[in-house]
């Protein structure tokens, strides 16, 4: 089992350059654009934010009342805040068969989100794919095939597979992180629950 200290040394000092202050920054601009997404579903459509995000009607509703200052307090530099939930398998055999020009495209609202999200992981899977699957919480085989596979493969997964996310943390620190009360514990709390399920994950 992973320690808290252990835990913590990683969030305080990873270990590979791939964590530059670029890479930083990209990592939070694309969290921040999910919990946007996040929030504005939960304003319009309430039920669909709790069932694409697998989240309860009062997180969904405590979202929806958030102010840009919280979001921005919600959103990590290091550990997406996100889940991917489309299937690995069906990805890495995308990224892995011959371009096939006569895919149906399903041209997603938020494909451009989407398409940001996968180069973000294949940017960094390329400089270390184990910081890559810690960052993103996915499996090295993901994290291998993003690493290696063409530009226009990766810019075409938007339109071609339907993207879902699920939380990485608990939705108690999600609550805690949009209530006044220590936002920075609160955050704390959040990454430590997002290393404790990744490591889960990658020993199971």
């Not at 690995?88 to 940001?116: M, V």
């Not at 959040?190 to 399920?197: E, M």
């Amino acid at each position: 089992m992973l320690k808290n200290s252990n835990i913590t040394i990683a969030i305080q000092k990873p270990r590979s350059n791939a964590f530059n202050q670029a890479v930083k920054n990209s990592i939070y601009k694309l969290d921040l654009a999910v919990w946007n997404f996040l929030k504005n579903l939960a304003c319009q459509q309430p039920e669909l934010a709790a069932c694409q995000f697998q989240i309860t009607p009062e997180t969904v509703e405590q979202l929806a009342q958030a102010n840009e200052e919280k979001l921005h307090e919600l959103a990590s530099g290091v550990l997406f805040s996100f889940q991917l939930c489309a299937p690995e398998e069906e990805i890495i055999g995308f990224l892995k068969n011959p371009y096939d020009s006569n895919l149906q495209q399903i041209s997603p609202t938020n494909a451009e989100l989407y398409g940001t999200y996968w180069f973000a992981i294949s940017s960094i899977a390329a400089s270390d794919v184990d910081i890559a699957c810690l960052c993103f919480g996915i499996s090295q085989e993901l994290a291998k095939t993003m690493a290696q596979a063409a530009a226009i493969q990766i810019s075409r997964l938007a339109n071609i597979i339907p993207l879902q996310f699920s939380l990485r943390c608990s939705e108690q620190s999600v609550l805690d992180c949009l209530s006044n009360n220590n936002i920075a514990n609160a955050f704390i709390e959040k990454q430590i629950t997002i290393l404790k399920n990744t490591w889960h994950d990658r020993i199971r």
